[in-house]
């Protein structure tokens, strides 16, 4: 057995585990909320429930168009693993909470450095989620909302 993870790490970890139920051809994230030390909910990357998924599509509409990481959100069919795991909880669960994010190049299965794009950066303040702990492409954290401040950190 190898050393026993710390609680970033396990919680990381499963939001990289969600992450693999994600659908899109880009990329993929997972998203972990945790309250009182205990998963609330969780998220992953996929088009709205009861509609087409990119994967079983064969084709992201981004790729197609050419389309640079991180714009043109509103051409993307996928739900954020931010807005799933929110969703999925419901705000007073969300009160207070943390929140895990892990992702992964879906072309090369490496690593990314996961980050809230800004309309989950918005969303996630409205859930009041106090904090976002985000793995990087090298394995590892980086928390980007301080601990106790309602702002993000610029």
């Known amino acids: 057995m190898g050393k026993r993870p710390s609680k ?3 919680y990381l970890n499963i939001a990289l585990d969600v992450a693999s139920r994600g659908t899109c051809l880009r990329r993929n994230y997972g998203a972990v909320i945790v309250k009182d030390d ?3 909910s969780t998220g992953y990357t996929g088009a709205p429930r009861g509609l087409p998924n990119c994967c079983d599509l064969g084709v992201c509409e981004r790729d197609k168009l050419g389309v640079p990481s991180g714009e043109r959100y509103e051409l993307c069919r ?3 693993a931010e807005m799933n795991a929110i969703i999925n909880a419901g705000r007073p669960k969300t009160l207070g909470a943390t929140l895990y994010l892990s992702g992964y190049d879906v072309k090369t299965g490496k690593l990314i450095d996961a980050e809230p794009c800004f309309l989950c950066r918005r969303i996630i303040l409205n859930a009041g989620i106090y ?9 590892s954290s980086q928390a980007i909302i301080p601990e106790g401040h309602p702002l993000y950190a610029q």
């Open 8 to 10: 970033t790490d396990y």
């Open 38 to 40: 205990a998963i609330v």
């Open 78 to 80: 996928s739900v954020h």
């Open 131 to 139: 904090k976002v702990i985000c793995r990087k492409a090298d394995g």
